[in-house]
């Protein structure tokens, strides 16, 4: 007998069900009730209950019940208020207690009564009232198991086969409803077969999986399933009342109908939740695949997680002959014949996955907890996957009977078998009782006193004292036997191989990963879980990620900035994770992971096109120059050359190699710049040889096409000279690593091609086509991105002057004084590329002669200095807390307008200087003939190197090619250590950056001062 909790309000309760009936409080009927209150498992609940079930249904109490009905009652409304809910909008559930509920007879689901009368039924419902009916039946069937489970009247194992038996029943119903509806709507799926050529009707099936798949399905589970067709090999359906659609399409529609018939939660519940999760590639994946996909997925990408889902695979809805099918082409998968190493070890981390998960979670949670029922599933599964592979006998759905064959094949003894299934069939009746209540899928025993208590009276235990010392004594048991398997002293796992084992949450890897020096451990925990998902699809791969988790840790918490180190790796994963060859390389070389690390850790840039291009990562590691031995643009464009001769008859595998080759040279590059091994001096000239070989190589391809196309331009009797001139940056061979390169393109003159395929063409119309050719060549973007932005605007009269200038016309543009004196300045730059090299040279005659020869006057020198101010208004404005080191006052365009003016002065005295296009050389060459007084030319070379290295440090580093620096010492910390003051040095950058911009702006104001005077 149990006592009330609260007698006010249980006699509260009974008043208002006795004024429910109009009876007394004192009537028999009234009584019966009270008494059958202090009978049931929690007086309370049950008044509480029945009051609101009466008040919905009086006419069904206006008679007493007799006892074994008024027992059946009180079970149910003081164990479930999901239950309870349920009568109060149904009286034909309430009606459910007159009558002893029976077991499924043994058949298969299409064959059971209930099925072929709901068949009959429901066939020609609308969708709605199927819905409702389904739902309607499935209600009624749950009732009838809580009652068999409360009271006893069925043994646990024909309870969960009928559980599962209820989901195979409405499964069927659902799959053939949305066939039939499907069918009318666009007619019979067929495919065409393979072998025969011939058209065949398409099947369907429904794989059950997990606890549905054994047949022990708990009073809330979910129904783990995967939806199966046999082909749809140039399929169509036959077509209905709306057009034919593809096979494959009429299955995706059918499976979603039967989800949504089983999953949607109406006003009258749902069926049963439709877990799809453990299909190929989970919920990323198709939401079912033919046979022939399922095939091709597990023979090549399985994992052993998946080998012993698939142990319980087996049919549970549509054809059953194509799941056995399935089964047979799976069955070697789950079960090896042979067992080597990695097999072995795959199961033992599997195991090891589980032993993680148990100790996060305590007794309470009699699923998950330490000794729960998953322990002892996967204690047999273990067994069946080790052993099944030569003893077809282990090859079990079932728990119970997979028990059994243990036992009888003496895998554990008898004593063994019956401990393991007393403590499995202990641990589901617990369950079922903690998700009867409230019809949620939980597996923990609330807090909750008076929830524990009914639980123990439920269990036939007087007191929760008692009940709770069994349940320990219960999952001490299940766990001991599960320590059993590949037994060894117990070792805690270091906390970096804990990180990437998979066995944590996002959340719960914030803590782990807060013992690092991550400014944002919860963004870290994000990146790492994006890995895991990667590497958790192939136990290989997995296995080597741990394997070297905790070197990538270390090396990632040393870096200079942790949080853009793991940022990056975790892009870089996840590009390479397609290219195998790549993380081999990873994993193989153990300097990888530290020279990988500091790129990511130290630069955006080469972040960025080693996750673009991951499989040019081998070129850190294998460097094909050194320093000592920079290429000149000849090595380039002969290595070049020879790669890209394969693709000279395929234009878009030609530039894609194109951006490949530029790509991997500019992580070379970048990464011996960043570390220390490259000065800012070399890096702009390997990177302008590149460039260089680029354009030499791309014009000797265009000319070739058009050769063959045209012929030969002539002039007169001789072939027609062209010529391609660098200027800016590209002609002073100082290019950074987001230079344009400027050009001018000149020919001899006026003429005509030869002749080719297309006939012949004007030597102005044939150059054109060839520039036009050569930039969009350049400059196009590929699936790998551009070689270089051209720009060609330095021509005379600029966009509104002709592409190509023949050299005549040059000389008259210069000559007739049209040239401005800017123009002009920009010449000093100009150096030869490729092309006609005479006519380059008489080209260079006249402006070394003509553009230089003559002193330029001080109100030329004015025109300089005033548009270098001009430039430095209108992009290098200063905000207090930004300043442009380029365009600003005292910045790089300082220093190279005041050499181009001193250069340009003392030509006439030193004409050797007009081949000193490279600002550095200029620099030196101009300190070497006394130009500048005292240290002012060291303090102007030292300030060019600053600028340059700044300039590429910012590129490389943030992946910017924005010339504006953030005043903030603090915000300079990360750019500070990357130019090599030091990891907190910021004051340092910024004092320096103060100081050079200070003391160059007051030699321009001093010799352009000189130059303007005289």
């Known amino acids: ?4 909790a609260d007698e006010i309000s249980a006699q509260k309760n009974l008043a208002y069900i006795a004024s429910h009936l109009d009876l007394d409080v004192d009537h028999a009927w009234c009584q019966r009730l009270w008494h059958q209150a202090t009978e049931s498992y929690d007086a309370d609940l049950f008044l509480n209950h029945l009051e609101r079930v009466v008040a919905s249904n009086r006419e069904e109490f206006a008679r007493q019940w007799d006892d074994d009905s008024l027992e059946r009652l009180a079970a149910l409304l003081s164990s479930s208020a999901f239950i309870a809910k349920l009568m109060q909008r149904d009286a034909n559930l309430l009606r459910l207690c007159h009558r002893r509920p029976e077991a499924y007879p043994p058949a298969y689901r299409y064959q059971q009564p209930d099925f072929l009368r709901l068949e009959a039924q429901m066939m020609e419902m ?31 194992e024909v309870l969960l086969g009928d559980l599962s038996m209820l989901a195979e029943i409405t499964l069927e119903l659902s799959y053939r409803y949305a066939w039939q509806r499907l069918v009318q709507r666009f007619g019979e799926p067929m495919y065409e077969d393979y072998d025969t050529g011939q058209h065949k009707r398409a099947h369907f099936a429904i794989i059950g999986l997990g606890k549905l798949g054994g047949g022990d399905l708990n009073f809330c589970s979910d129904v783990d399933i995967m939806y199966l067709y046999d082909s749809a090999y140039r399929g169509m359906t036959t077509g209905g009342s709306r057009s034919a659609i593809e096979t494959h399409q009429f299955f995706v529609e059918l499976s979603k109908l039967i989800t949504r018939s089983m999953s949607e939660n109406t006003e009258d519940g749902f069926v049963f939740r439709v877990d799809l999760r453990l299909r190929p590639d989970g919920d990323t994946g198709e939401i079912c695949l033919a046979l022939q996909g399922y095939e091709n997925y597990y023979s090549t990408m399985g994992q052993t997680w998946e080998r012993s889902m698939l142990i319980k695979a087996r049919p549970v809805g549509g054809h059953d002959e194509l799941v056995r099918q399935f089964q047979a082409m799976v069955r070697p998968f789950i079960y090896r014949k042979y067992m080597d190493e990695n097999t072995v070890l795959s199961i033992r981390e599997l195991k090891d996955k589980i032993d993680v998960k148990v100790r996060k979670n305590i007794h309470s949670n009699v699923k998950l907890g330490r000794g729960g029922i998953r322990e002892i599933e996967f204690f047999i599964s273990i067994i069946q996957l080790l052993y099944g592979g030569k003893d077809t006998s282990l090859r079990q759905f079932s728990t119970v009977r997979a028990l059994d064959v243990l036992r009888d094949q003496k895998y554990i003894d008898r004593c063994e078998s019956e401990e393991l299934w007393q403590c499995y069939q202990f641990l ?245 710049e960043l570390r220390g091994k490259l000065d800012v001096s070399s890096s702009t000239a390997v990177l302008s040889n590149l460039a260089d070989a680029m354009v030499r190589v791309v014009y000797d391809y265009v000319c070739a096409e058009l050769t063959e196309r045209y012929g030969q331009p002539m002039c007169e009797d001789r072939h027609c000279g062209f010529t391609i001139v660098g200027l800016g940056k590209f002609g002073g ?122 002193p330029f006057t001080p109100e030329q020198f004015t025109e300089i200095h005033d548009m270098r101010l001009r430039i430095e208004k209108e992009k290098g404005g200063s905000t207090g807390k930004h300043h442009d ?35 550095f050389d200029l620099l030196d060459q101009l300190q070497a003939m006394g130009a500048w007084e005292k240290t002012d030319g060291e303090t102007l070379r030292q300030g060019y190197l600053f600028y340059r290295h700044l300039e590429n440090m910012v590129k490389i580093y943030q992946d910017n090619a924005s010339s504006r620096i953030n005043l903030n010492a603090q915000e300079l910390n990360p750019l500070a250590f990357r130019m090599g003051y030091g990891k907190t040095a910021g004051a340092a950058l910024l004092e320096c950056y103060t100081r050079t911009s200070r003391d160059v702006r007051e030699l321009f104001a001093k010799y352009f001062g000189k130059l303007r005077d005289r």
């Open 1 to 4: 007998m149990t006592h009330f």
């Open 126 to 156: 609308e969708e709605k009232d199927f819905i409702r009916a389904l739902r309607s039946y499935r209600n009624g069937k749950m009732i009838e198991f809580a009652l068999r489970d409360l009271l006893g009247l069925d043994s646990l």
């Open 428 to 672: 589901r009746r617990v369950e079922h009782r903690v998700q009867m209540f409230d019809q949620r899928q939980s597996h923990t025993i609330p807090d909750d006193e008076s929830f524990q208590l009914r639980m123990a009276r439920q269990m036939g235990f007087d007191n929760t004292e008692a009940f709770w010392s069994e349940l320990r004594a219960t999952m001490d048991l299940a766990h001991e036997y599960f320590s059993t398997l590949f037994v060894e002293e117990h070792q805690e796992s270091a906390v970096p191989t804990e990180i990437f084992s998979g066995n944590y949450s996002r959340e719960e890897l914030v803590p782990m990963l807060s013992q690092y020096s991550f400014a944002n451990p919860r963004k870290a925990a994000v990146n790492i879980y994006t890995i895991l998902e990667q590497a958790l699809h192939h136990e290989e791969e997995h296995r080597k990620l741990r394997s070297v988790a905790e070197a990538l840790l270390n090396h990632i918490d040393q870096s200079p900035d942790p949080d853009m180190a793991l940022n990056n790796f975790e892009r870089f994963y996840t590009a390479a994770a397609r290219k195998g060859r790549v993380m081999k390389l990873f994993y193989s070389n153990p300097e990888a992971i530290g020279t990988f690390i500091t790129v990511f850790a130290s630069s955006a840039y080469l972040s960025n096109l080693i996750n673009s291009y991951p499989e040019t990562t081998d070129i850190l590691l294998s460097p094909p120059w050194t320093e000592e031995d920079i290429p000149d643009a000849t090595t380039y464009q002969q290595l070049l050359m020879e790669q890209v001769q394969p693709f000279r008859k395929d234009t878009e595998a030609f530039l894609d190699h194109l951006r490949y080759f530029k790509a991997m040279e500019f992580l070379h590059i970048g990464f011996r």
């Open 733 to 854: 061979r100082e290019l950074n690593y987001s230079s344009d390169l400027d050009l001018i393109f000149l020919y001899d003159g006026a003429g005509e091609t030869t002749g080719g395929s297309g006939g012949t063409l004007r030597n102005n119309e044939y150059f054109v086509r060839l520039v036009q050719r050569l930039i969009n060549r350049l400059s196009v973007a590929t699936s790998r991105g551009i070689c270089y932005k051209v720009d060609a605007r330095l021509r005379p009269n600029g966009d509104a002057g002709t592409l190509v200038t023949p050299l005549q016309g040059f000389v008259e543009y210069h000559e007739n004084q049209h040239a401005m004196t800017w123009e002009k300045q920009m010449l000093l730059k100009a150096r030869y590329v490729c092309g006609d090299e005479s006519l380059y040279q008489r080209f260079r005659s006249y402006v070394n002669e003509a553009v230089f020869g003559q």
């Open 885 to 919: 080191y380029k365009a600003g006052t005292g910045g790089l365009l300082d220093i190279e307008f005041l050499s181009q003016a001193m250069q340009i002065y003392h030509a006439k005295s030193f004409p050797e200087l007009l081949d000193a296009n490279r600002t």
